[in-house]
């Protein structure tokens, strides 16, 4: 069972063009934190939400934490080559649970 | 640079040998994980640690078994490696299970003939 959904898996689009990636989970979690990960590297953390309703921005990038935090979206002004990559969700729960990961999307921006 | 460490970076090995991944961190954190990462399924947990001696299994811990004698080392162990643990593994780090920041190692790429 996947608890974190992402979708879309895959997404290709043209330098200067916006885009919305999505997390979604019939799960409550306690926080959720978004990654990007590059070929041949380990995931960087981009950012950690953790109130229901919370955005934050991040130059180019805003992500939105689910009024029931359940849900999460990443939104990208403006794209650019370097914002290609493998965009990654991880949901927190309590206690000494980890994190549960979504499976990802791959996003190509295209110059 | 958040201190860590994986080795061997990349290794081929044969159906049925032992192998051992090393993480060793810098930052004196106390959580540590062992991922594997795959087309289709992306980051699984294999096992993770929340200190010296105390581990716990993750959902793909089949076949896998890791120790933590030290803070800053944690080895995954794959006691006879299969073609199906072929795969890119990667360690973190955290000081909160649950809500803090996971810093990643850069992988080891792991293939079994």
């Known amino acids: 069972t996947q608890l974190l959904e992402q979708s879309p898996q895959f997404l290709s689009i043209q330098e200067g063009e916006n885009l919305t990636v999505y997390c979604n989970s019939s799960?409550?979690?306690?926080?959720l934190q978004w990654y990007r990960q590059e070929p041949g590297e380990g995931p960087v953390l981009l950012v950690t939400v953790v109130t229901g309703g919370e955005v934050k921005k991040l130059k180019r990038l805003t992500f939105q934490f689910g009024d029931a935090r359940k849900d999460s979206s990443l939104h990208i002004t403006a794209a650019q080559t370097g914002d290609t990559g493998l965009y990654l969700c991880?949901?927190?729960?309590?206690?000494?649970?980890?994190?549960?990961f979504g499976k990802g999307t791959r996003l190509s921006v295209i110059a | 640079d958040a201190g860590i460490t994986q080795s061997p970076r990349h290794k081929v090995t044969e159906t049925g040998t032992p192998v051992t991944l090393r993480c060793h961190q810098t930052e004196n954190h106390r959580y540590m994980y062992w991922y594997r990462q795959d087309p289709g399924h992306g980051l699984r947990l294999i096992h993770y640690s929340y200190g010296v001696k105390d581990t716990d299994k993750g959902e793909v811990s089949d076949g896998y078994s890791v120790s933590r004698s030290k803070t800053e080392d944690f080895l995954l162990t794959l006691e006879s490696a299969t073609s199906s643990q072929t795969s890119v593994y990667f360690c973190?780090?955290?000081?909160?299970?649950?809500?803090?920041?996971?810093?990643f190692g850069p992988g080891t790429r792991l293939t079994v003939l």
């Open positions: 991880a949901g927190g729960r309590s206690g000494n649970t980890p994190l549960v």
């Open positions: 973190a780090i955290g000081t909160d299970s649950s809500t803090d920041t996971q810093y």
């Open positions: 799960s409550v979690f306690s926080s």
